[in-house]
Structure formats: C-alpha cells, structure tokens
C-alpha cells in the first residue's frame, strides 16, 4: 500500500515546503513536493495535518536501552547528596543493572526492552541505537545482544543499531586482575559477537573511574580491523583522553564530552567524528554542559541523544533530550532537530534517513505542531499526529 502525506510545513532535506505533502511507496519516499503536486493514488493511504509539521523520524544514536530492573534506591541516594562514582565504586550503578540483567531470562529482557523501544517509537523515534554493556562477561554480553537481535527482526519496532560496550565497566569479580579482562573482550568475546553479527559498532567508556585509553585502544582497534564502527564515552567525569582517541581512531562517534578541551573540539572536528551530546545525563548529575561553542566553532557535527539509562539519564525520551539542549546547551531549535536526524544517522553510518529525501528511507513524523521550532519546547512530551517507519504507520502514545 502506499501513503499520502499532507503538513503545513515539510521539513525536507532541500527546505521546508510550507502546505508540502510526502508520497510513499512500500518503504521508500517517493516524491516531495507541494501538496498540489503530489497526487492521491486511489490505493493511497492518507494522512493530513495541513497545520502540522512533517519532519524526518527521530533518531537516538546512544541509548542503553536494554536495561531491566530498577534503580531507584540510587536516584533516592543521589538526590540526597551521593556521588555517582562513590555509588558505583561500592557496587551500585551499572554493576547494579548487571546483577539484573543476571537474574533476568533473554524472554524478560526483550520483552522490556520491546515495551521500552514501542514507547520510543511513539515519540517519534523510528531509529534507535542500543548498547549492551550491563553483562560484562560472555554469557552476560550475548544475552543482552542476543535480545537486541531478537527485539530487532521485529517489524512493529523501530530500527535498530546493535552495538557492543563489554567495556563499561570491570566486572567486579574481574577488578583484581582488569588486564585480563580486556583481553578477554578483544581476543575472544568480540571476534565471536562480530562472527555472530550481533553488532554494528563496538563502545567504550573512558573515563577516570572506568576504561584508560589503552584499554580501549585495544578493543577499538580490534573491532576495526573486524570491520565494525567505533563509538566512545569520552570526558564524562574527567579527560583522560577520550577525545583524542576518538580522533585518532577515526570513530564514528565521541559522546558526553563534558571535560573536552578546545584542542580536542578541534580534533574531533578534523576527524569528522560526531559529537554525542547527551544533556539528560549531564542534567541529571548536576554537571556544567559540555563546550559546545568550541565544538561549533570547530565545525564539529553535533548530535543529541536521549543516553536512556536507569542511572545518568533515567528518561526514555528523545524529545526531552531535545528540549535541554535547546535550554541547557544553548543548541538552537535547528541544531537539535539536525542533532536527532540528519546527524544523528551519519553517526550511526545509515545514509539512507535521517532526511527527508527521495529515495530515503520512509521514516517520518508528523507532528500536530506549527513548526519545527516548537518541537523543543513542550518539554519532552511534543505531541504527534502520526509516526511511519519504514513505512508502517503507527499511531502516537
Ligand atoms: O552514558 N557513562 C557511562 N554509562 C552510562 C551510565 C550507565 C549507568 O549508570 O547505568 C552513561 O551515562
Ligand atoms: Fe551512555
């Protein structure tokens, strides 16, 4: 079946067309234009919001969706003054969402996580990337991946980037001798996830109380020469030269970015790697925004993601991101639709969304707003008209 689409405004990727309309055919865009332009086919389905905005569907290029269990007694601890670190060091934080994803079955864990990502979808989103990095052992990676996979083929849900962050923390048992660790995770469990094909990109987070640059070097590299992408946690807590790496690898992608010096704004620039903002986190710790003006002024191409975490970034929501962007980072409206679309899919390597285009990908959103602009300030909750990805219709939550 095909599909007619009628806004006020169409957000494409050659300009707004104001009283626009999108044709779709299977799941491809097949013509944009003025709505008179663009015919009705009798077998087309119709969708018309001719005061609505019709924008590219969302993409969240860094999530940790994959999570089960609750960490509330955490928040409650971290609102009362703890430290994130402090909490992680005495066995809290991720290794707590470990213990979870342990005691969890790969049925639990890929029903929550498609319950999770139809919720996502229903603001939206119509690509999401999702990490493991909450099983920290083989049998835990997999199974976690393995979820991914399975929540992936699934037609009802959002597209899917699987991605493999065995490095995001050292397992507890494994703190007396981390070395060993990471070799594990380069020289046996990664091959066989790449094998597997349980990945599209391999993570890691360097930070002061997590990766060193060496460490993740090792994997990164590994990883490249397997033929997968590289993405970074980088300058979170503290730069320990993240960002350099970043650069120095070529990676896809280097989010946080808190602690990040002008030099390395510049670097990652020159590498084209994209700039991950995720101020959910950085809300949610209390901490300063990351440089943006550096990385702007270096011309580097930034991103906006929702981190959805049950720790740093306990939201599932794209658009909220969206809004503390505009309001905390000081990112214009356009800056972060860009950052949840066309940059957003660079990031993740998938040329064919993120834009509205013909030939793209048939992901759109169709917003009961009057504008773009207004996508960022009904604070996280932008009502929707209608969301298609790959261009099955669903309606919003
Ligand atoms: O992106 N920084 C490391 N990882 C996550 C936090 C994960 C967690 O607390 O569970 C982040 O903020
Ligand atoms: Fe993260």
């Known amino acids: ?48 919001a001719p005061q609505g905005t019709l924008t590219p569907g969302l993409v969240d290029a860094h999530t940790h969706a994959a999570w089960i269990g609750s960490r509330h007694d955490e928040y409650a601890a971290r609102l009362a003054g703890a430290d994130y670190e402090e909490i992680a060091r005495m066995g809290g934080g991720i290794a707590a ?45 997999r199974k976690q991946l393995e979820a991914i996979a399975e929540v992936a083929r ?7 980037v699987p991605t493999y962050l065995a490095l995001h923390a050292v397992p507890p048992e494994r703190r007396g001798d981390r070395a060993a660790y990471v070799r594990d995770v380069e020289a046996r469990w990664l091959p066989a996830v790449a094998a597997a094909g ?52 070529g990676a896809a992608s280097a989010d946080h970015l808190e602690h990040l010096s002008a030099a390395d704004a510049d670097a990652l620039a020159a590498a084209e790697v994209s700039a ?16 943006v003006e550096a990385l702007r002024r270096a011309g580097a ?20 991101a969206l809004s503390l962007a505009a309001r905390a980072y000081g990112l214009t409206p356009r800056e972060c639709l860009d950052g949840a679309t066309t940059h957003a899919a660079r990031s993740l390597g998938l040329s064919d969304r993120g834009a509205l285009r013909v030939g793209a990908r048939a992901d759109l959103a169709l917003w009961a707003l009057s504008s773009e602009v207004a996508l960022v300030q009904p604070w996280g909750a932008p009502p929707l008209v209608a969301v298609v990805h790959g261009g099955r219709v669903t309606a919003p939550g």
Do not use: C
């Open 276 to 291: 991950g903002l995720l101020p959910v986190a950085s809300f949610t710790l209390g901490q300063a925004p990351p440089p």
């Open 154 to 160: 699934d037609p009802a849900m959002p597209a899917v």
């Open 1 to 48: 079946m095909s599909l007619w689409l009628g806004a006020g405004r169409v957000v494409a990727e050659a300009g707004v067309v104001v009283d626009g309309a999108v044709r779709v055919e299977g799941d491809r865009i097949v013509a944009i234009g003025a709505r008179r332009e663009i015919e009705r086919q009798p077998s087309d389905r119709v969708l018309d």
């Open 301 to 320: 191409r930034l991103v906006v993601a929702s981190d959805a975490n049950p720790g740093t970034a306990p939201t599932e929501s794209l658009p909220l």
């Open 198 to 249: 349980l990945a599209r990109f391999v993570d890691a987070y360097v930070d002061r109380a997590a990766f060193t640059v060496d460490e993740a070097r090792a994997v990164l590299s590994r990883a490249r020469s397997l033929g997968l992408g590289v993405r970074l946690h980088v300058g979170q807590f503290a730069d320990v030269g993240g960002a350099a790496l970043a650069a120095s690898l």
């Open 97 to 141: 969402s470990r213990r979870a994803v342990q005691a969890a079955s790969a049925d639990e864990l890929a029903a929550t996580l498609s319950a999770r990502l139809g919720r996502m979808l229903r603001q939206g989103v119509t690509t999401v990337e999702v990490k493991s990095g909450y099983g920290l052992d083989e049998a835990g990676e």
